[in-house]
């Protein structure tokens, strides 16, 4: 719980420092230099939107206003490691600096089959990992920026970047958020978007992946029902569908994954600092905890 607020409240920190150098207050995304986070680079002023990349991804670049300079919105890995690092811009390299942070850890207990799977389960879950791979380092034109808002109703159950120990067996970090509540409960569309993958996975269960444009996707996972169809196009607050249980959880719960140039961040970066939720909301136990 400590963690979340303190979380929270260096975002509140970065957000007024942002809009004393800017003048705005954030409809813009939350810069937070860390792996996981998200870097705002400075892309200059032109009439046509600048070509920027980050190792080797095409990255989203948004301005507030045609008086204000075009800013690259930058991604940054889990894994990447705290020191100097660089976005192209055209021909000129920019650098920035990614700070330490140390993410606290999660043990669960979970299924044996979903902590060490057979080979067909593991040819299973490859296969899948290739279709979402595709997703995440897909590219499509850019869309009218919008904050995105909080996709179903609940408290913050399980944070983003968590050390996440199954069995107690180290596995990935907690690349989402966890959200509890009921078991049909209401997901909705957290901005406007299209569907690009819809499935039954093997840890996530049933899921819906969004293309919001310029390499932002929302995955939505754990699912008890989809009730959109690939290829179909959204808006923000449409339903896509209800919480539920399946894949790896130990209770229904919704798993939200925002993935910005192939970098999983933490979704309350794109957010409007009005829409994060309140700290006060309680984190629940292990029951909403799941792999996501």
């Known amino acids: ?23 705005s207050v954030s409809e813009l995304p939350l810069p937070h230099t860390v792996p996981g986070g998200v870097a705002l680079i400075d892309a200059g002023y032109s ?15 948004i301005r507030a206003d045609k008086q204000q300079p075009w800013l690259a919105v930058v991604g940054i890995p889990l894994k990447q490691k705290p020191g100097k690092a660089s976005v192209q811009i055209g021909d000129r390299s920019v650098s ?46 850019a869309r009218p920026w919008h904050p995105m808002a909080w996709p179903v109703q609940g408290p913050l159950s399980s944070a983003f970047g968590l050390k996440r120990f199954f069995n107690g067996e180290q596995r990935n970090p907690h690349s989402g958020l966890d959200i509890a509540a009921p078991r049909g409960t209401p997901i909705l569309a957290p901005a406007d978007g299209t569907v690009v993958l819809t499935g039954d996975f093997f840890f996530n269960g049933n899921s819906v992946f969004i293309d919001h444009g310029q390499g932002l996707i929302s995955m939505f996972c754990h699912m008890d029902a989809i009730e959109v169809t690939q290829g179909e196009t959204i808006s923000a607050g449409d339903r896509l569908g209800i919480v539920g249980a399946t894949g790896r959880a130990t209770g229904p719960h919704l798993h939200w994954t925002v993935s910005l140039n192939n970098a999983r961040i933490n979704p309350m970066l794109m957010m409007s600092p009005l829409q994060l939720p309140q700290v006060s909301l309680p984190v629940a136990t292990h029951r909403n905890r799941d792999d996501g």
């Open 1 to 23: 719980m400590q963690s979340v607020i303190t979380f929270l409240v260096s975002l509140l920190i970065a957000t007024s420092l942002h809009a004393a150098v800017t003048g």
């Open 47 to 61: 009439d046509q939107r600048p070509a920027v990349t980050f190792a080797g991804q095409p990255v989203m670049v």
């Open 96 to 141: 920035f600096t990614v700070h330490d942070k140390a993410y606290p850890e999660q043990h669960l207990t979970v299924k044996r089959k979903h902590v060490n799977p057979d080979q067909k389960q593991l040819d299973r879950i490859y296969g899948e990992f290739a279709e979402m791979g595709k997703v995440y380092k897909s590219f499509t034109p």
